[in-house]
């Protein structure tokens, strides 16, 4: 769960601008209460720092306004002023996007598979391809490749039976970030994206996840 935090490091404390509220609405709102199912899976990994200052499902060389070291917060919003110097901007890497990279590939083979579980909002912000485009309940991602042909299929069976009055995608609009493509190589990932979306509480949304996760196992053999 890396998109969770809310924290500024105290490298970035000089230079960020975001108040409290734009940071929460460029994190994954609603995700620690979601997916806090930490009982019920075998590892669990997340972080603190916020994603608008460090990015943990960007490559560490993506530089872009919505990359790892953002200018902006997906909603346009200025992060720094001015723009962190590079050292500063290293720093943050080494210290945090680092250590949460080497953290799973140090638990790879440790468990069958891994799941990157996201919230995303109900509709695209404006760094997206098409800003305010609707969004599907829930997309799941692959990469086109991460996890077997079969797991997928099977995935989607347990989010569609447990999300019965929402849509299901696979790979639309998100096809699966750093996490999993880069971690795909040492074990089989994939991406969970949860609309924010009042379907349903965040309660229900939190039993409804588990309850899809759980028959996905039960259904490719993994307990």
């Known amino acids: 769960m890396p998109h969770a935090g809310l924290e500024v490091p105290p490298e970035a404390q000089p230079y960020c601008v975001l108040d409290h509220d734009a940071i929460v609405k460029d994190g994954d709102e609603q995700a620690r209460e979601i997916y806090a199912i930490e009982d ?3 590892l669990f990994v997340t972080s603190d720092v916020a994603r608008a200052v460090v990015d943990l499902n960007r490559p560490p060389d993506d530089r872009r306004v919505d990359g790892v070291v953002k200018t902006h917060t997906c909603w346009m919003v200025p992060v720094y002023d001015p723009f962190l ?6 720093r943050l890497l080494a210290r945090y996007h680092a250590p949460y990279h080497r953290r799973l590939s140090e638990l790879a083979g440790q468990v069958p598979v891994g799941v990157d579980l996201h919230t995303m909002a109900a509709r695209a912000p404006p760094v997206a391809p098409v800003p305010g485009k609707a ?6 991602s692959d990469a086109s490749g991460t996890i077997p042909e079969e797991w997928m299929l099977r995935l989607v069976e347990a989010f569609d039976a447990s999300f019965p009055d929402v849509s299901v995608q696979v790979n639309e609009p998100f096809q699966g970030g750093y996490i999993i493509r880069h971690h795909g190589t040492e074990m089989p990932w994939v991406q969970v994206e949860l609309s924010r979306a009042p379907f349903c509480s965040v309660k229900e949304k939190r039993r409804r996840v588990l309850e899809a996760l759980t028959h996905w196992c039960e259904a490719i053999g993994v307990t």
């Open 40 to 42: 019920e899976v075998e």
């Open 85 to 90: 110097p590079d050292d500063v901007a290293e």
């Open 135 to 140: 969004r599907p309940g829930v997309c799941l």
